[in-house]
């Protein structure tokens, strides 16, 4: 049989190692997972109940419109409820995005590194990729408006930007949407947008009803602590949104996962409260790095990207035998960093009194 031939030089997505794996491989009894940029603190105790309040629902499919969520969320977000499309974690809205919009006929635009799987959806539809290097760890808009053309349909914007936490600041960023051709869709992907702290980053919701061509990414997996639950949704224009529902899976988010975003969104303290701590630990990581002289990333999510100025796979391997799971650079663009979560203060003592074993 044949597949389709982008996909024979493609690799799976490699998650980092599961905890259980390491320890059965190093005999170790605590092993500490920081390489997901999940959430240290786990989620709010009202989406737990309401997980526990769902379970005897397991029997029946979910509401494939999300119409609680949709409702809910619409209100939380001040937008229209038909302006809104959930996704199993905004990965699937980004699939979503690639399937209606690309093809061999078509190009896209993205920064590089990003998060991978833009390219990655885009390859399996054929579509043209054009990555424009970071600059000193930022996205650079002006050369990305000079790949586009009268054949791109879709630009990347990732701010925090996955792997380096950059952000885009509100003037730049509105200048760059003004000069994007209408006929390009602008997805600015805000995955870790309730993590931010910066005082100039943008209220891009403020934005939609001017920009048909604008879409809005953002999760619950990651300050909301349900990663495992897989909810992500897009806003956008509700023309477009309708254009490219028929792409969505039915089905595809779980009557749990609905209702623990559902109570989540009650929850603002929870939120605000993760976000008070992840800043605390990211001045952690910055004190570290600046007592031992060590390049790094100023970052808005809730990882730091730290430059260890020799193979990332060999900090990687060190920290594993110590029970540490961090992101190899290597599989990221950055080959001599590495991407660390910020995890609880204790963690980060100890995996910070770890590296500097290492480095000294």
Not at 21 to 43: D, H, I, M, Q, T
Not at 144 to 155: A, G, R
Not at 241 to 246: A, G, M, Q, V, W
Request: proline residues 5%; glycine residues 6%.
């Amino acid at each position: 049989m044949h597949v389709k031939e982008q996909l024979l030089n493609l690799k799976p997505y490699q998650p980092g190692k599961p905890i259980e794996e390491v320890k059965k491989e190093f005999n170790l009894s605590k092993v500490v997972k920081l390489a997901s940029n999940e959430n240290p603190y786990g989620c709010s105790p009202k989406a737990k109940q309401a997980i526990i309040d769902e379970l005897e629902q397991l029997a029946i499919y979910p509401d494939g419109y999300s119409a609680l969520l949709r409702t809910k969320l619409a209100d939380h977000l001040g937008v229209k409820e038909e302006q809104l499309i959930f996704g199993n974690g905004s990965d699937e809205i980004v699939q979503i995005i690639c399937r209606a919009l690309l093809n061999q006929e078509t190009n896209t635009v993205m920064a590089a590194p990003t998060f991978p799987q833009y390219k990655h959806n885009a390859v399996i539809e054929g579509a043209q990729i054009r990555e424009v290097p970071l600059v000193e760890g930022h996205h650079d808009l002006d050369a990305m408006l000079k790949q586009i053309d009268e054949k791109t349909t879709v630009v990347w914007v990732c701010t925090p930007n996955n792997p380096t936490g950059t952000y885009i600041n509100r003037e730049n960023l509105l200048d760059f949407i003004n000069k994007v051709p209408k006929h390009v869709l602008i997805v600015v992907d805000e995955a870790y947008f309730e993590y931010v702290v910066a005082d100039d980053y943008p209220q891009t919701i403020e934005w939609l009803n001017d920009y048909p061509n604008l879409m809005i990414l953002r999760t619950f997996s990651k300050a909301y602590g349900l990663a495992a639950l897989r909810v992500g949704y897009g806003i956008g224009n509700t023309e477009l949104i309708r254009k490219i529902e028929p792409a969505r899976e039915p089905f595809n988010t779980s009557r749990v996962a609905q209702a623990a975003a559902i109570a989540a969104l009650d929850d603002g303290e929870f939120v605000a409260e993760c976000r008070e701590k992840n800043k605390k630990g990211l001045k952690q990581f910055y004190d570290f790095c600046e007592a031992l002289g060590l390049e790094y990333y100023q970052s808005e999510g809730n990882f730091i990207l730290i430059n260890f100025n020799r193979d990332s796979d060999e900090v990687f391997q060190a920290l594993l035998k110590k029970g540490y799971i961090v992101r190899s650079g290597n599989a990221l663009g950055f080959p001599t960093h590495l991407r660390i979560t910020v995890g609880n203060t204790q963690q980060n003592e100890e995996i910070i009194e770890a590296l500097k074993d290492f480095v000294q």
